[in-house]
């Protein structure tokens, strides 16, 4: 079904009318950060959506326009000044900020591939700084646009906590992410900014399709949870619209796993 048909006629987890939200990592109507964006928008909140260059644009217009989004803009965290950017943008557009999703990852592919031992000081070093640093930057970028509070989300993996064949690097950084948002919901708690990693079971996302034997990952994931399926990037959004919202005012610093309950299990 379109992703447009679905934000139509499905009814609204939460209210988030009159909330602003940034959304980061929308890549196709299969990522994450767009079931995210169209539970968002389905709840009434104003959105914002980035895309990483050019050739990513269409692929992210051909859902930031279905939502709708109001703000549309240019973001690779790795060239200076675009992510300070675009907060300049959505504090002149907006004014404020009340929620963010952090849904960005990336790893040189020799070293996604390879061996955590093996992998390369520049390697690694990007992977953190892409994949975890960017969410620290973009809450001290959110923190004086959030000045009624808000919240921060970040998508993390299982893979942070327990080896998980073939994910090899994004372990550690999704681990390093994780603590991360721990930190920064201590820190910025006394201003009412919240924040959390969302931890979905294995999703076939563009995104994911770069880790080695990945089919093998899903079919073993829906074999092992006791719902007996995968997650949808649906199921994603919902959890986020709500711990956007007010009803989650006095939730902070989880890690929320969103996998059918494959986590329970050894």
Not at 58 to 63: A, E, K, Q, T, Y
Not at 215 to 242: Q, T
């Amino acid at each position: 079904m379109h992703l447009g048909r679905r934000v139509a006629s499905e009814p609204p987890i939460v209210d988030l009318r009159g909330k602003r939200g940034l959304v980061l990592g929308i890549a196709n109507e299969h990522s994450i950060a767009s079931g995210c964006a169209a539970a968002f928008a389905r709840a009434g909140a104003k959105l914002a959506a980035t895309y990483v260059n050019a050739k990513a644009e269409p692929f992210v217009r051909s859902v930031t326009d279905t939502l709708p989004c109001d703000l549309v803009m240019p973001c690779d965290v790795r060239e200076p000044g675009q992510l300070e950017a675009v907060f300049e943008r959505v504090k002149a557009e907006w004014g404020g900020l009340d929620f963010l999703l952090h849904s960005i990852a990336y790893a040189p592919r020799e070293d996604l591939h390879g061996r955590v031992t093996d992998s390369s000081p520049a390697g690694f070093a990007l992977a953190m700084d892409v994949s975890c640093h960017s969410f620290v930057r973009m809450a001290h970028l959110a923190e004086p646009l959030m000045s009624e509070g808000g919240c921060l989300l970040a998508v993390s993996f299982y893979g942070s906590e327990r080896v998980v064949e073939n994910y090899n690097l994004m372990g550690p950084v999704k681990a390093a992410l994780e603590s991360a948002m721990r930190y920064v919901a201590a820190e910025l708690g006394p201003k009412g900014i919240r924040a959390h990693a969302i931890s979905p079971g294995p999703i076939r996302t563009r995104a994911a399709s770069g880790l080695d034997r990945f089919d093998e990952l899903l079919e073993k994931a829906a074999a092992r949870a006791p719902e007996g399926h995968l997650v949808e990037i649906g199921d994603v959004g919902n959890l986020a619209a709500f711990l956007v919202s007010d009803a989650a005012r006095r939730i902070t610093g989880t890690v929320i796993p969103v996998d059918g309950g494959e986590h329970i299990l050894a």
